[in-house]
């Protein structure tokens, strides 16, 4: 299996955008927060979390590509369960279903960034302090963060968890991250 360092090396060489890198390192946060979580290997997921979008920089005007390129990009770098996780996190244009718990963690988990980003980034406090509460609210309101798939970020239930606890592990996934990830204030 690929180290976290050739995993970022790899990353940057697809020549991704500021927001997709820091995108990528929120999700590898919240992957290995969630694997601590529910016991499973954190290594594993983090580095998912971590590659996920590692052919978007490729395949942002073709959606149906991607996660499919990524497996070109990849090769046999992950194992069988990562690089699954890493085509059903686009199963809407990939036609690879969700099935697995990595599969359920990585599109919940990659979705919930979103909503924790723009909910630090109107906060006066960015991330400190931030609560589940307040990601409650903010699912509710469609116009707010209005691209982040609330349904995907749902399938935190698929996981055995509840909103609440969901939440605040993203959150303290997010927080220690938050000024390399341009989210503190």
Known sequence: MLTRDAALQLL???????????????SEAVLRGLAAHLNQDVELWGLAGLL?????????QTP????LMAMDILGDALP?????AIRAHNSECTGEEPTTPLDFALRAGESVTGLVAANALVRPEGMDGM???SLKKKMKE??????????RIREYEK?????????QIAIDAMAP???ETGLAK
Do not use: C
């Open 12 to 26: 940057a060489a697809q020549n991704p955008d500021p927001h997709l890198m820091h995108h990528s390192l929120q």
């Open 52 to 60: 996920h979008d590692v052919d978007f920089a490729h395949t942002k």
């Open 64 to 67: 149906e590509r991607h996660g």
């Open 80 to 84: 069988a369960e990562a690089l699954t």
């Open 131 to 133: 609560k589940p509460k």
């Open 142 to 151: 469609k116009a707010f963060a209005a691209n982040v798939s609330r349904e």
């Open 159 to 167: 996981l055995g968890l509840e909103a609440g606890d969901f939440f």
């Open 177 to 179: 991250i938050a000024a």
